[in-house]
């Protein structure tokens, strides 16, 4: 009885950290995202609220719980209020099956660094990261506005798509490990090729890197593929009737699908909480375990960053453009990797 | 093996209550002022014309069925996938099998490409 009970105290503690740090993540990457984008466009961005306008976050947070939260007469009521919370729970609970760092040993107990260790890893990311689009569709649809009922079914359209060749391209990762938990690809991740170069999957998979990342792209709704809410087309996109913070949720939801993206990249392609040549030099154990958590850590942020600064770089797709490029470029490459890897395991063993 | 998604039924839990306290609290937290041009749907200006309800584009069906379709194709791919490493050191014949599968569905995408089903004009 005891043992459940502190079980499940450091789960909840577990669970505590990891929507914490994504929050704060979040946050900071709102902050990050204006002021980078004041930098690339040679202006400086909001740094007035705290130094270098670091509270600017919160003071977003408190102005938008303090906005009127009004909804427009023809919108259907309920659904118009619960889609901001169809999206924001699934664009939570993604990130759980994320190993981020191996295990510690804390009072003689060994804590794993993951929330939930589950068989179908993979399986359960894309499963939950989909139900997402039933808050923009329900969003888009209830608000009773042209606008945003095109912006939704543009986001659907695309994010189904692109998920075609999203879970194709992870293929030829789990050929390699030959698991679907993700700690397993992890810990496949961790030996060296001749002895030095780390034997992350990006070297062997590169192909599958590059339409993951893009689809990701994709599926976040991010530029150079945010269709969804092309101003010039549709003001706001599926969100133009929201305001305060059903439209916030909207927002966060957004940037810790990011987050959640880069993390899942970090994992899969860049050796996730791996340190390369860490191993070798000796230090405590526990010492060892914080340095492979801020590796993850600095790969995911960099991932996100990158997501910002291909935002600011690049001017957006078409509509068929995007269309086709997922179902006539990706669909057949994706599939052609997966042979090719394949073919190559046949060959050599 | 169940008690491996005791974390995420907590985590699920959490997010709900999260989620909605958020959204309630600002419901509340917020000042109210009702008139009869803020409650209409927003046309960027111009007074509103004909419902939001209205028809769109049989190509988003389209774009749905195949998805469904493609999406099965995949869901059998991943047990072979995560198999395959083990069964091809022994025999080549799990590749061979895989390349017939991927080839019925290479016939029926290239259909769909000459039927135009990918085209958006």
Redesign the interface.
């Known amino acids: 009885m005891v043992d459940l009970i502190i079980e499940l105290v450091i789960i909840i503690l577990k669970i505590g950290i990891v929507i914490g740090a994504v929050m704060m993540g979040v946050a900071y990457m709102t902050l990050a995202e204006r002021r980078l984008s004041g930098f690339i466009q040679d202006r400086l961005g909001p740094n007035r609220a705290g130094p270098q306008g670091l509270l600017q976050p919160f003071a977003d947070g408190i102005k938008l719980f303090f906005k009127e939260d009004f909804i427009p007469d023809s919108a259907e009521k309920l659904l118009f209020f619960i889609a901001p919370g169809m999206i924001f729970v699934p664009a939570l609970c993604v990130i759980a099956v994320i190993p981020f760092g191996d295990s510690l040993n804390i009072f003689g107990r060994e804590i794993q660094l993951r929330i939930a260790d589950v068989n179908i890893g993979i399986l359960y990311i894309f499963a939950i990261a989909s139900l997402g689009v039933y808050g923009i569709v329900l969003g888009g649809w209830s608000a009773n506005n042209k606008y945003t009922l095109f912006g939704s079914l543009r986001s659907v359209a695309q994010m189904i798509s692109y998920e075609l060749a999203l879970g194709l391209s992870v293929m030829g990762v789990l050929m390699i490990t030959g698991s679907l938990r993700l700690t397993e690809v992890v810990e496949v991740q961790r030996s060296y090729f001749f002895g030095f170069i780390p034997h992350w999957n990006i070297f062997l998979q590169p192909v599958a890197f590059i339409i993951f990342i893009t689809a990701a792209f994709a599926e976040t709704n991010r530029l150079p593929f945010d269709l969804v809410e092309a101003e010039q087309e549709l003001v706001g996109g599926y969100h133009t009737e929201y305001n305060s913070m059903k439209w916030g949720l909207y927002f966060l939801s957004e940037y810790a699908n990011v987050i959640t993206a880069s993390a899942v990249i970090t994992t899969l392609f860049f050796g996730g909480w791996h340190l390369p040549w860490i191993e070798k030099i000796p230090m405590p154990q526990i010492l060892l375990e914080l340095l492979q958590i801020g590796s993850f850590v600095l790969k995911t942020a960099f991932f996100s960053i990158f997501f910002i600064w291909v935002r600011w770089t690049f001017p957006r797709f078409k509509y068929n453009q995007l269309m086709s490029l997922g179902w006539k470029v990706f669909l057949p490459i994706a599939i052609l990797n997966v042979l090719v890897t394949g073919l190559f395991y046949a060959i050599f063993s | 093996m169940l008690k ?5 039924l ?3 839990i ?3 209550v ?3 306290g ?2 309630l ?3 509340f ?5 009702y008139s009869d041009v ?7 200006g111009i007074k509103p014309f004909m ?4 028809r ?1 584009s049989v ?2 069906y389209i ?2 069925v ?2 469904i379709i ?2 099965v194709e ?1 869901v059998f ?2 047990p072979w ?6 069964i ?2 022994q025999g ?1 014949f799990i ?1 061979i099998e ?2 017939v599968f ?1 080839v019925i ?2 016939i029926g ?1 290239f259909y769909l ?1 000459k039927r135009g089903a ?4």
Do not use: T
């Not at chain 2, 937290?29 to 002022?33: A, D, F, M, T």
């Not at chain 2, 996938?81 to 083990?86: A, G, L, R, T």
């Open positions: 491996e998604y005791l974390p995420i907590i985590l699920l959490f997010a709900f999260f989620a909605f958020i959204l609290l600002s419901h937290v917020g000042p109210r002022k803020k409650g209409e749907p927003y046309e960027s419902d939001a309800r209205v769109f190509k988003f774009i749905a195949l998805f493609f999406d995949i791919l991943y996938v995560v198999v395959y490493k083990e091809v050191s080549i590749f895989m390349i991927v569905l290479l995408y490409w990918f085209e958006w004009e």
